[in-house]
């Protein structure tokens, strides 16, 4: 029963730390800074690592989790979530302009992953969990709540040209 529930929450990562990233976004001052940093660190940054260790050590456990056969092409994605990973954390104690830079490049990176993950489904009728379940709406979920977070964020800040 253990492992099974240790299995469960391994498998469905990213969705767990989407929903303490926002639970503890409620806990504090309720900003809409201080919950961009909390989706940047947890379901963006520290997802981005552990999609980075997968695909760099273990490509092919996460091939086979996607539905696709081993690739060289994993070392490359596996460094851009690195990279996007890494970043999405520096963003968690960093200015709102970093956080923004942060927010663009893994933003345009997962939703353009939420568009391969559909061009699968819909070509290759690959719905795999890899690829149609958590990652899939998280590839949407984050950068869409990142954006509107960071819209608001930008807003409220003194001498904003969003402001009105």
């Known amino acids: 029963m253990i492992a099974t529930m240790i299995a469960v929450i391994l498998r469905n990562l990213p969705a767990f730390l989407l929903i303490i990233a ?9 900003t809409a800074e201080r919950t961009l940093s909390w989706i940047l660190l947890l379901p963006v940054g520290v997802s981005g690592l552990w999609a980075a260790f997968f695909h760099l050590f273990f490509p092919s456990v996460a091939a086979a989790d996607i539905g696709w056969a081993t690739s060289p092409f994993q070392f490359e994605v596996g460094l851009a979530d690195l990279a996007i990973g890494v970043t999405a954390c520096v963003a968690y104690r960093a200015s709102l302009p970093f956080k923004a830079a942060s ?14 993950h559909v061009r699968q489904m819909i070509v290759a009728g690959n719905f795999h969990p890899g690829n149609a379940g958590v990652p899939f709406v998280l590839d949407i979920t984050a950068p869409v709540l990142a954006i509107a977070l960071l819209a608001v964020a930008w807003r409220g800040r003194p001498g ?5």
Request: proline share 4%; with cysteine; aromatic share 8%.
């Open 103 to 116: 927010v663009c490049v893994a933003s345009i990176f997962l939703l353009g992953a939420a568009a391969g």
């Open 160 to 164: 904003s040209a969003w402001r009105r």
């Open 22 to 30: 926002l639970i503890i976004s409620l806990l504090g001052p309720r």
